[in-house]
């Protein structure tokens, strides 16, 4: 779901992992090209918020070549499997248990993700300069304003119509054009979610001061491993009361819509969603059958000049 009413994760910290899910997300069928080029990707997504100099853009590069191998080979086969069991489930039709068990599935290989880019995200950021953090500081506040701009300052009711247009153009991409019916569904979802701007805003930029704070503390390495370490994997821990409540209201609007719709999917959307899965799922084999040997790690991320 597009910003405001599901807000993305995204900074330099989750970069592989934003960048991994490409293929998730175009479900086109150059997804094999898209990954064998994600190596580059990692590297230029993250010099949009540092200005990163050669010998670190060397290392990142040589370290990301790592991590998608094991990436390749430990988890596309778990991602073809959850999109085979998801595929079986679509065809028979759902309910909002199943659909759960598919989130968790996929929250756990995220999760391992995560954990194993940690130790990465904890090595380059250790040798950052104090002018690198300020750059990055800036561009993360610039990434705030980006990320909410089609939603700032908007009524409601024109803040809904937003989402509807994002929703329906992303689900038109995988379905097909929506039924009258399922049009209905989605214009009553939308009446029932509540902006979240101002908490996400909070959230965000509480959670993004005290990254900078452990930056500054990046000498202590024992102490700034540990925090970097905890709000790449616990971010909802910056959650504020008044966010976590919105979140959890909503969730269940999310899965509820989720599991309406795909009961009231046509053969013919069916059919479409179908092929896009298994495009997917012989892509993700196809990937992880590679024989590729292991490139060697980079070592220690070097420090900027």
């Not at 909002?96 to 995560?114: D, K, S, Y």
């Not at 380059?124 to 300069?129: D, E, I, P």
């Not at 002018?131 to 809904?160: C, H, K, M, T, W």
Request: charged fraction near 30%.
């Amino acid at each position: 779901m597009p910003a405001c009413f599901d807000r993305s994760k995204t900074h330099i910290l989750r970069c592989l992992l934003l960048l991994m899910a490409l293929g998730l997300h175009s479900g086109c069928s150059s997804l094999r090209l898209v990954y064998s080029n994600l190596d580059r990707a990692v590297v230029w997504r993250a010099t949009d918020y540092v200005d990163l100099d050669r010998a670190q853009r060397s290392w990142l590069r040589q370290e990301a070549r790592v991590y998608l191998h094991w990436h390749r080979h430990e988890q596309l086969p778990q991602w073809a499997s959850l999109l085979e069991d998801f595929d079986t489930a679509v065809q028979a039709g759902v309910d909002p248990e199943q659909l759960m068990a598919f989130e968790e599935r996929a929250e756990e290989l995220i999760t391992v993700m995560l954990e194993r880019a940690a130790p990465l995200t904890v090595d380059l950021m250790a040798g950052f300069s104090d002018a690198q953090i300020r750059g990055f500081a800036a561009a993360l506040e610039a990434s705030n304003e980006d990320l909410n701009a089609d939603y700032e300052d908007l009524p409601v009711a024109e803040q809904r119509s937003v989402w509807r247009q994002k929703t329906r153009d992303s689900l038109d991409r995988w379905i097909g054009r929506l039924t009258p019916e399922q049009e209905t569904l989605l214009v009553a979802v939308s009446e029932s979610l509540e902006p979240d701007n101002s908490e996400w805003v909070a959230f965000r930029r509480q959670w993004q001061a005290d990254l900078l704070d452990a930056l500054d503390r990046r000498k202590q390495m024992d102490e700034f491993e540990e925090r970097v370490v905890e709000l790449l994997l616990h971010r909802e821990r910056w959650y504020s009361p008044e966010y976590q409540e919105v979140l959890d209201r909503r969730q269940p609007l999310y899965r509820q819509f989720a599991v309406d719709l795909i009961n009231m999917l046509e053969p013919e959307q069916k059919r479409r969603l179908s092929g896009r899965l298994s495009s997917l799922i012989r892509d993700f084999e196809a990937l992880a059958a590679s024989s590729r040997s292991a490139p060697e790690s980079a070592g220690p991320a070097p420090s900027a000049r």
